[in-house]
């Protein structure tokens, strides 16, 4: 890309949120809810897990992607900090989850395929198969606002929708000095050129039941 075009992208990125510090403040909310859930009845529950699941999207859509715009892609990326060093694409989604506070198996996830992931995270599952990418935009907005895990043919991501828009969040190797962007579904991306997708809907209750206890999603049946 040419550098007046980086030039470009990096004055319109966000300001970066101060990253340990946002981290810090999840895992004290998570504790919080941890607490609440413990001495809670069944019903008082539900409720608790709704407005985790709330918080958490907030967080993660509005705060944690945000600060990642920017940080370049490369297929050995492994950095722990946005904007600084690279990221491939599993290690960028498994690093959202893990610092919005999930226990989950960072390494090992990320150099693993993603459909099974995606099955084993997701409360419900479609699969796409040489369908036009207008079809999976149409799905994401029939299901409603949320946070979304989609694996491709050699890349994965996550979907974003959010009041009624639908986003694509991804470390992106077709254009690799900018890396983590949001971008259209439709256009020239992986998503919109893959053949294969699955698409696994994130945040449901055993997720976010998960996440509130601080028990380890690699250990979950």
Partial sequence: MHPAA???????LPAPTDYAALKHSIEEKRLSFSVAYGMAD??????LIDSARAYLFDRITLDILPSWYGTPWDFNGITRTPRKGTIACGYFVNTVLLDAGFRLPRIKWSQMASEPITVKLSHRVKRFRDRPV????????????????VGLDNHVGFIVARNGVVRFVHSNY???????????????????????????????????????EGRDLGAEP
């Fill in 6 to 12: 980086l030039l470009l992208v990096s004055s319109v």
């Fill in 42 to 47: 069944s019903a008082s529950r539900i409720a």
């Fill in 134 to 149: 207008g079809e999976v935009s149409s799905y994401i907005q029939a299901q409603g606002d949320g946070l979304y895990k």
């Fill in 174 to 212: 077709y254009q690799r000095e900018i890396g983590v962007m949001s971008e259209p579904l439709d256009g020239n991306n992986p998503l919109a050129n893959s053949h294969y997708r699955i698409v696994g809907s994130l945040l449901g209750d055993v997720m976010m039941t998960a996440w509130v």
